[in-house]
Each structure stands twice: as C-alpha cells, then as structure tokens.
C-alpha cells in the first residue's frame, strides 16, 4: 500500500480536514488545525507531503518520527498540529484496511463510553447560569465557563467579585453534584490567580483550567499551595517534552494535551502514559470538529487515566456550521446520561461526508482569535 495524495480542506466554521488517499482505495481523515492559524497548518502539511507520497502509510511510528526529527527546526503549535492531523489520518487508514478500531490497535478498550462536558460560557460571560441548567437538562453531568473578562496584573475587587457571584449562580443552578470546570484562559497573571484561587474555594469545583499560561508554569508551585481544587493544564503544549517538565514539578493534577495540536495519536498517547506515571488524570483538549473528536475517543478507550472529554457541539465559536455537519453516521456521536461511546467503526469510526466538506471548503474561513485591551490601552490576553 502506497501514499498518493494528501488534500487539505479549510472549512467553517474554523477547522483544517485532511484526506490521505493511497493506491488501494483506502483513505483516511485528519483534523490538522490551529485556531486561529488554520492556512498556515494547511501550509505545512503540503510541506510534509513531500516526504509521505509513495510510503506505506501503515509505518506511523516511522513516519512520525522522521516528520519531527528530519526537520533541523522542529515542535511548537503548526508544526506539531500539522503532524497531528497527518498521524490521524494514518491511523484511520490503518484501522480501516484491517477492518479494526484505532483503539483495538492500541491494545483495546478500558471503557466503552466516557463522560463529556458541556461548554456554557462565551468569552464574556453571560446567562450562565441559564446555559448550565439547559445542559444538565440535556443530560450533561459536568459544564465548563469561562471565569473572568481580562484581567491586569493587578486589577481591582469588582471583577473577581463578577466571577464570583456567576459561578455561585452556576453552582445554585445545577446543584452540588455536577462538576463545573472554571477556564481561566491565561486570562489571569499569577497575583490575581492567587486571590481567585482561595475565592473560588466554597465552590467545589471540578477544576480550574489554566489559572497561568503555560509559559508560567512556575507560578503553579505558589499556586498549588492555594487552589483547594484540581488544576488542568496543556492545551498550548504541544509534545511530550513540554509536558516533561509539567508533570516532573508535579504542581498540575490534570493534563489536557489536544491531539490536533500534540502530535496526533501517537504522541499524545505517550503523553497519556507520561501523566498517568504521575498520577495525573487526563482530560483531553477537543473545542474542534468530527474527525478531532473521533481521534480524541480512541485515546480515551485506552488510557486508563482519561476521565472526561470536551467536545464542541453547540460551543459559540461554532456559528456557520456544528460538530456533526460533516458526518454521515451522526449518531456514532450520541450522547446518553453525559457520557458518549467510543466510535467501534474502522479506523477512527467515523464517516466523513466528503461532498459537504467540499462544498464547504469552497467558502472556508478566516477565523482569528479576538483582540482584548485593558482600560489603558494595552494589551490583554484573551
């Protein structure tokens, strides 16, 4: 078996699909994408191409390896997330010549379903309180928010009291017993994550999700001593070096590493192993489309320390079109008392529907991240 052609489709509302044909009819699917950067993946997928035309596309350690080792300049976000929707793909391709799930070529199933959260918050948020009760009435055991507007490094009472008082309402809304995730989004500089942190405390929260970015990660051994909840962190990492060092100061209790961005499957496999040797729990990355979340489930049958999963459907980035517009078999993706089964199909289980992604990626997109400033006129993260 031989690769022949790689094509990539930029579609709405923000996401990068790759098909990977080969001479024996047997193709796969890919989500190779960064928010945001969506061309600039699609870019160095056609560079990466060049190599995969004409290999065996069932050699994916191989491949893997010579993808991000042959370059002289290698990781970060569009170089791994291009590798990442390549690697998918591959592993689809293989799954569906041996008439097999991703996950029976990983070695199995430690479950056949696992638990979702619903998104509830926008950017700013709003009526959140009215969103969780929606979901929890959909069936969702756990929601995440957003907590905060921009913050400065220093900022005044009025704001931390705003995060407060709407996740109090969330908290009121739903009852003792349904998790809630608070994202801080790297919104928060370590001085105020510090007083959010001891705050949100009487909340009994599910996690907080990035109380610093990454890039302050050492700001997390200050901030553990504070949290009485678990801290997630790893959608900006992108390997299993970064993650390396965040498991290694031992500060984070969740990892949640985004197989379109982390390499694929295979990488983020071993950063799944890495952190259950840790006893870190895993709750992968996935605001994404059909094929992302498809990839993310087979990671989930098997790694024994994954305990929930995001998914995007209904999330507000999704305005031109959802997460099952692009399937055929919509209802692999069902969801039941919170929870959604792992794909059984072959490969990634999923069916893409390559006539609507064409028409589609006819119109693509140009999503970009928002742009925040504070009162003064700076910058501020969003």
Same mark, same amino acid.
């Given at each position: 078996? &031989?690769?022949?052609?790689?094509?990539?489709?930029?579609?709405?509302?923000?996401?990068?699909?790759?098909?990977?044909?080969?001479?024996?009819?047997?193709?796969?699917?890919?989500?190779?994408? +960064?928010?945001?950067?969506?061309?600039? #993946?699609?870019?160095?997928?056609?560079?990466?191409?060049?190599?995969?035309?004409? &290999?065996?596309?069932?050699?994916?350690?191989?491949?893997?390896?010579?993808?991000?080792?042959?370059?002289?300049?290698?990781?970060?976000?569009?170089?791994?997330?291009?590798?990442?929707?390549?690697? @998918?793909?591959?592993?689809?391709?293989?799954?569906?010549?041996?008439?097999?799930?991703?996950?029976?070529?990983? *070695? *199995? @199933?430690?479950?056949?379903?696992?638990?979702?959260?619903?998104?509830?918050?926008?950017?700013?948020?709003?009526?959140?309180?009215?969103?969780?009760?929606?979901?929890?009435?959909?069936?969702?055991?756990?929601?995440?928010?957003?907590?905060? =507007?921009?913050?400065?490094?220093?900022?005044?009472?009025? &704001?931390?009291?705003?995060?407060?008082?709407?996740?109090?309402?969330?908290?009121?809304?739903?009852?003792?017993? #349904?998790?809630?995730?608070?994202?801080?989004?790297?919104?928060?500089?370590?001085?105020?994550?510090?007083?959010? +942190?001891?705050?949100?405390?009487?909340?009994?929260?599910?996690?907080?999700?990035?109380?610093?970015?990454?890039? @302050?990660? =050492?700001?997390?051994?200050? +901030?553990?001593?504070?949290?009485?909840?678990?801290?997630?962190?790893?959608?900006?990492?992108?390997?299993?070096?970064?993650? &390396?060092?965040?498991?290694?100061?031992?500060?984070?209790?969740?990892?949640?590493?985004?197989?379109?961005?982390? *390499?694929?499957?295979?990488?983020?496999?071993?950063?799944?192993?890495?952190?259950?040797?840790?006893?870190?729990?895993?709750?992968?990355?996935?605001?994404?489309?059909?094929?992302? +979340?498809?990839?993310?489930?087979?990671?989930?049958?098997?790694?024994?320390?994954?305990?929930?999963?995001?998914?995007?459907?209904?999330?507000?980035?999704?305005?031109?079109?959802?997460?099952?517009?692009?399937?055929?078999?919509?209802?692999?993706?069902?969801?039941?008392?919170?929870?959604?089964?792992?794909?059984?199909?072959?490969?990634?289980?999923?069916?893409?529907?390559?006539?609507?992604?064409?028409?589609?990626?006819?119109?693509?997109?140009?999503?970009?991240?928002?742009?925040?400033?504070?009162?003064?006129?700076?910058?501020?993260?969003?």
């Amino acid at each position: 078996m &031989k690769i022949t052609r790689l094509t990539t489709f930029i579609v709405p509302p923000r996401w990068c699909f790759l098909k990977i044909e080969t001479d024996e009819g047997i193709d796969g699917w890919g989500e190779p994408v +960064l928010e945001g950067r969506a061309h600039t #993946v699609f870019a160095m997928v056609d560079e990466l191409a060049d190599y995969l035309i004409g &290999k065996d596309p069932r050699q994916i350690e191989d491949h893997w390896t010579v993808m991000y080792r042959a370059g002289f300049y290698r990781g970060g976000g569009i170089h791994m997330s291009a590798l990442a929707g390549i690697d @998918q793909a591959l592993w689809d391709i293989k799954g569906k010549a041996l008439g097999v799930s991703v996950s029976d070529l990983l *070695g *199995g @199933q430690v479950r056949d379903r696992i638990r979702v959260y619903s998104w509830i918050g926008g950017d700013r948020p709003a009526d959140t309180a009215a969103a969780a009760q929606a979901a929890v009435a959909r069936g969702f055991t756990a929601v995440k928010m957003n907590g905060t =507007e921009e913050l400065q490094f220093i900022d005044s009472h009025d &704001k931390v009291e705003r995060c407060l008082a709407n996740v109090a309402a969330v908290r009121e809304a739903v009852g003792p017993n #349904v998790g809630i995730g608070v994202d801080f989004h790297g919104r928060v500089h370590k001085p105020m994550a510090k007083v959010l +942190l001891r705050e949100l405390a009487p909340y009994n929260l599910m996690f907080v999700e990035e109380p610093v970015l990454s890039e @302050q990660h =050492e700001a997390l051994k200050e +901030l553990a001593h504070v949290a009485t909840m678990p801290i997630a962190l790893g959608e900006r990492l992108y390997s299993r070096w970064d993650f &390396k060092r965040i498991l290694s100061e031992g500060y984070v209790d969740i990892v949640q590493p985004d197989p379109s961005h982390a *390499g694929g499957i295979t990488e983020t496999r071993k950063i799944a192993a890495m952190a259950e040797a840790y006893d870190v729990a895993l709750a992968l990355h996935c605001p994404l489309g059909p094929i992302a +979340l498809a990839a993310n489930l087979q990671i989930d049958a098997g790694c024994y320390n994954a305990f929930i999963q995001e998914q995007s459907l209904g999330i507000h980035y999704n305005q031109a079109n959802d997460l099952l517009d692009y399937v055929n078999n919509r209802e692999v993706f069902a969801y039941e008392d919170g929870m959604v089964k792992i794909p059984t199909g072959p490969g990634l289980g999923i069916e893409v529907n390559e006539a609507y992604v064409r028409e589609r990626a006819a119109e693509g997109h140009r999503w970009r991240n928002p742009v925040w400033r504070h009162k003064d006129g700076s910058f501020a993260e969003w």
